[in-house]
Nanobody, 123 residues
Framework: EVQLQASGGGLVQPGGSLTLSCAASGFVFSDYTMSWFRQAPGEKPEWVSSIGRSGGSPISADSVEGRFTTSRDNAKNTLYLQMDSLKPEDTAIYYC????????????????WGQGTQVTVSS
């Protein structure tokens, strides 16, 4: 059974940091490009970042560039999202997702999805 288990969300003050994790099982993790998406209440899902199979050259949305860092550990089958300098507009449910091809912002290309973890940035 394929599973993507996202964790690490929570309530944090503006300017704070959180690290999200996404533990994968049931498929060959290193064969898949991994990405983070987020969805705020009443909004469409938004692509956040992607990282290739080997972990090189992650890319990020302009809205998080310079604040969020995406990484992966293929030995642990785990994807990470280090979020620094958090802003209230980063409040959303964060999802990890896997696709066989190259990184894309199109959520329809992703075959496996995690259940999401809530991030709330508020004072």
């Amino acid at each position: 059974e394929v599973q993507l288990q996202a964790s690490g969300g929570g309530l944090v003050q503006p300017g704070g940091s959180l690290t999200l994790s996404c533990a994968a099982s049931g498929f060959v993790f290193s064969d898949y490009t991994m990405s983070w998406f987020r969805q705020a209440p009443g909004e469409k899902p938004e692509w956040v970042s992607s990282i290739g199979r080997s972990g090189g050259s992650p890319i990020s949305a302009d809205s998080v560039e310079g604040r969020f860092t995406t990484s992966r550990d293929n030995a642990k089958n785990t994807l990470y999202l280090q979020m620094d300098s958090l802003k209230p507009e980063d409040t959303a449910i964060y999802y990890c997702a896997a696709e066989k091809g190259l990184a894309t912002k199109d959520k329809d290309n992703y075959v496996y999805w995690g259940q999401g973890t809530q991030v709330t940035v508020s004072s």
